[in-house]
């Protein structure tokens, strides 16, 4: 694809949007995947003591948090895909829209899940990556993760540019 056509109106709204929608596309087509793999079956163990995909779900938040209020997760993933949204022909930087595009995608994929398995929004979400010292997650938990450290680590080179060029006026 042209670099020309994700820069929609000057911007980068291209770039998010591609990047929410392979975050998305990747999560649903993993979730289909580990669901008709792994539901029902023992963990499948890829690297001995380290990793293995084993299927559950979660009704809670990051690290089964708060299983008893799943609405407070969707309204939470609605109202940050709105402000996603809402500011995606502002973003001026690539790597930030790559970012929120993941984090748009990764939300949405949740968000998907709970729609379609529960009431309302109250479903439980389809986990199965498996580090075996940490909870199980999925590929939406590791988009929004990875969206989340390209904005930290995009301040703070802005900031250290920022240092640097007051230091040199």
Known sequence: MAPGLLRAGG??????YAAAAGAYAVDRASKLWAERTLAG??????????????????SGGAFGIGRTAPWLFASATVLVSALILAASF??????TAVALGLILGGALGNLTDRVLRGPGMSGPVVDFIDLRVWPVFNLADSAIVVGAAILVLGGLRREEEDRRARGAA
């Open 90 to 95: 502002r973003v001026g930087r690539r790597g």
């Open 41 to 58: 079956r023992p963990p499948l163990e890829l690297v001995p003591g380290v990793l293995q995909l084993t299927y559950t779900t979660n």
């Open 11 to 16: 911007g980068f709204t291209g770039w998010l």
